[in-house]
């Protein structure tokens, strides 16, 4: 089985521009979950979606959104990026809520 | 209190050595606990993993030891290689009304040749 994906896996923007993450769960996965990781704060948890709905969420700004899609694959959004959201964004999946998480690569964005 | 205390930041040992990493916790609604590896560039990757009704689990090299009273887990690797040297995550499995998974803040463990 193909493992979570996720694109791009690099990617540099500017402050104030807005950027959409994909990932692309494990193959029968349902519930995918976001997290940032910076060297500063480790894994933070910013949602997780299941069944196209946002089941859960950190505590992080709306500038902070994602969505689900009914294959299940995610996306994420960041607008008006800030210096501080420069980090690794990781995906994980699981087959259903609460079950052990798989990781993807993760995108590392560079906000300039 | 939803925190997961890992300890030690960063940890050398000698290849062949006992490499162990500790988590503590308050919160009894965890109630699942993986570990989880990274290297360089990669996403982390699911290592091992405990529920609280087993007071040890073996896989190869790797053994969790889980203690319920103390609220402490740990992860010891036995005969620790270089290849062995990553960033080691613990994690707690929240449930509680809800799901959700809380980490460490990660050891980094050098193994040298």
């Known amino acids: 089985k193909a493992g979570v994906t996720q694109t791009p896996r690099y990617l540099i923007k500017t402050r104030g521009q807005q950027v959409t993450l994909s990932c692309s769960p494990i193959s029968g996965h349902r519930s995918v979950s976001w997290y940032q990781q910076t060297p500063g704060q480790g894994l933070q948890f910013l949602f997780e979606?299941?069944?196209?709905?946002?089941?859960n969420k950190g505590n992080f700004p709306g500038r902070f959104s994602g969505r689900q899609f009914s294959n299940s694959r995610s996306e994420m959004n960041v607008s008006t990026l800030e210096l501080g959201d420069s980090a690794l964004y990781l995906c994980?999946?699981?087959?259903?809520?609460?079950?052990?998480?798989?990781f993807g690569p993760g995108t590392r964005l560079l906000v300039l | 209190q939803q925190q997961v205390k890992q300890s030690p930041q960063s940890l050398i040992v000698q290849k062949g050595g006992i490499s162990i990493i500790n988590c503590a916790y308050e919160?009894?609604?965890?109630?699942?606990f993986p570990w989880y590896q990274q290297f360089p560039g990669k996403g982390p990757a699911l290592l091992i993993a405990?529920?609280?009704?087993?007071s040890e689990k073996k896989e190869g090299r790797f053994t969790i030891s889980f203690n319920k009273s103390a609220k402490q887990f740990s992860l010891h690797i036995m005969d620790s290689q270089p290849g062995d040297s990553a960033t080691y995550f613990c994690a707690a499995r929240f449930t509680s009304g809800t799901y959700k998974y809380i980490f460490g803040t990660g050891t980094r463990l050098k193994v040298l040749a």
């Open positions: 979606y299941f069944s196209e709905t946002q089941r």
């Open positions: 405990i529920r609280p009704d087993v």
């Open positions: 919160n009894t609604a965890f109630d699942y």
């Open positions: 994980a999946s699981s087959p259903g809520r609460g079950e052990t998480q798989y």
